[in-house]
């Protein structure tokens, strides 16, 4: 958990094509993939329901943290192989309401064929309805 349970606002990539970042404009020491805007109208109602959408996901389980720290990280496993993928998520305050920073990546290989954004783009989804 120390390797990986990292803050997406404070996170370093590494360049290779295997990990996406989203978080509000502005936000975070790494330039994001996807800039988000307001979600929620508080962080810990939208870490609470963005937590029920992710221990939902098949193979996902929590690694560190918890929503009530508004910080928790969670790790999915790949269907066939097993191969573990980290994600990173802090609920923060912004102007106007709430919103996430999340940083999913691989923990092996140096491409992920999408995995990683498709994996934040459904859970996104999924807490917008």
Same mark, same amino acid.
């Given at each position: 958990? @120390?390797?990986?349970?990292?803050? &997406?606002? =404070?996170?370093?990539?590494?360049? $290779? +094509?295997? #990990?996406y970042? *989203?978080?509000?404009?502005?936000?975070?020491?790494?330039?994001?993939?996807?800039?988000l805007?307001?979600?929620?109208?508080?962080?810990?109602?939208?870490?609470?329901?963005?937590? @029920?959408?992710?221990?939902a996901a &098949?193979? =996902?389980?929590?690694?560190?943290g $918890? +929503?009530? #720290?508004?910080? *928790?990280?969670y790790?999915?496993?790949?269907?066939?192989?097993?191969?573990?993928?980290y994600?990173?998520?802090r609920?923060?305050?912004?102007?106007?309401?709430?919103?996430?920073?999340?940083?999913?990546?691989a923990?092996?290989?140096?491409?992920?064929?999408?995995?990683?954004?498709?994996?934040?783009?459904?859970?996104?989804d999924?807490?917008?309805?």
């Open positions: 958990p @120390a390797h990986w349970h990292v803050d &997406p606002l =404070t996170a370093e990539r590494t360049g $290779r +094509p295997n #990990d970042l *989203v978080a509000p404009e502005g936000q975070g020491a790494s330039t994001p993939d996807r800039v805007d307001i979600l929620g109208s508080d962080p810990t109602s939208l870490m609470t329901r963005f937590d @029920a959408i992710a221990r &098949p193979r =996902t389980r929590v690694l560190a $918890r +929503p009530e #720290d508004l910080f *928790v990280t790790v999915q496993h790949t269907p066939w192989i097993g191969f573990p993928d994600v990173s998520v609920a923060i305050e912004v102007p106007g309401g709430a919103s996430l920073a999340i940083w999913s990546r923990r092996y290989g140096y491409g992920d064929f999408g995995v990683n954004a498709a994996r934040v783009a459904g859970w996104l999924a807490l917008s309805r």
